[in-house]
C-alpha cells in the first residue's frame, strides 16, 4: 500500500554544525595545534604532522575522544581538551567564523515548512554556544546538541541523532530523520541512527568519496541544496 504524504513527510532535520552550517576556515587545526603545544608538542615536529593527520581523518568526532586516542591518559586528555575548547572560543571570539553561503537560509525555510532543525557538534557545550552567538543563532533552532547531551558519546555513535528524535518528539519514525554533515562520521552517525536521508555536503572535511563510503544517500554542493532535495523526496 502507498505511503500517504504525511508518512512521507521528513520533519525531523539534524545537522552539523562546523563545515557543514557553519564555515570556520580551519580553526580546529589552529586549535589543536595550540593544545598540543601545551602539552609539549611542538608545531612543525614530525609528531606534530602525525597526530594532526590523525585530528584530520576524525574530524566530526568528539574532540575529547580524539585527545584520549592521541595521548593515550585521561588527565592529558582532559588539559589538551581544555586547551583546545580555550583556543578555539578565542579564535571565534575574534570574529573568524561565518555562516556557510544559504545555510541560514535553508534552516528558516526548513522551519517555515514545519520541519524541527536541531544543530548538533563534536566540540563542548561551552564552544558550541560561543559560536551560536557569535552567529547571532541563539534563537534559530529549538534545539542544539552537543556529546554530552546525548550520554557522553558522539560522532560516528547514532546517540545525538537519537537524542534529537526522542527530545523534540517531532517525528513517530526514525526514518523521517534528514541527517547532514560535511564528515564521513557525520554519515555513519546518520546511518546507524537509521535516518531516511544522510546527505554529505562538500563544504568541510571530507570528499565526496569519503562520504559516499560512509553511507552517504546524497551528497550535495553545500547545505543550500538540502531542503530542495528533501522536497523532492516527499514528491
Not at 568526532?61 to 580524539?66: D, F, L, M, W
Not at 541560514?104 to 532543525?117: F, K, M, W, Y
Not at 560561543?130 to 552537543?146: E, K, S
Amino acid at each position: 500500500m502507498a505511503q500517504t504524504a504525511e508518512a512521507r513527510r521528513l520533519d525531523l532535520v539534524v545537522l552539523d554544525m562546523a563545515g557543514t552550517t557553519v564555515a570556520d576556515g580551519g580553526l580546529v587545526e589552529q586549535a589543536f595545534s595550540a593544545a598540543a603545544e601545551r602539552l609539549g608538542v611542538r608545531t612543525g615536529s614530525a609528531e606534530h604532522e602525525r597526530q594532526l593527520a590523525y585530528v584530520r581523518a576524525t574530524m566530526g568526532e568528539s574532540k575529547i575522544s580524539v585527545f584520549r586516542h592521541l595521548f593515550g591518559d585521561e588527565e592529558k586528555a582532559q588539559t589538551a581538551n581544555t586547551a583546545f575548547e580555550e583556543a578555539y572560543g578565542d579564535l571565534v571570539d575574534g570574529g573568524r567564523i561565518a555562516p556557510v553561503p544559504g545555510a541560514r537560509e535553508a534552516i528558516e525555510r526548513l522551519t517555515a515548512e514545519g520541519r524541527t532543525t536541531v544543530l548538533t557538534t563534536g566540540f563542548a557545550r561551552t564552544t558550541q554556544d560561543a559560536i551560536l552567538t557569535a552567529l547571532g543563532w541563539q534563537d534559530l533552532v529549538p534545539l542544539t546538541l552537543c556529546p554530552a547531551d546525548a550520554g557522553g558519546r558522539g560522532r560516528p555513535y547514532p546517540d545525538m541523532v537519537l537524542a534529537a528524535f526522542l527530545r523534540t518528539g517531532a517525528v513517530d519514525d526514525v526514518r523521517r530523520t534528514v541527517v547532514a554533515g560535511d564528515t564521513s562520521y557525520d554519515m555513519l552517525s546518520g546511518v546507524r541512527s537509521g535516518a531516511g536521508i544522510v546527505a554529505g555536503v562538500l563544504t568541510g572535511a571530507h570528499d565526496r568519496g569519503r562520504l559516499e563510503r560512509s553511507g552517504a544517500t546524497h551528497v550535495l554542493g553545500s547545505i543550500a541544496e538540502l531542503p530542495d532535495l528533501i522536497a523532492r523526496a516527499e514528491a
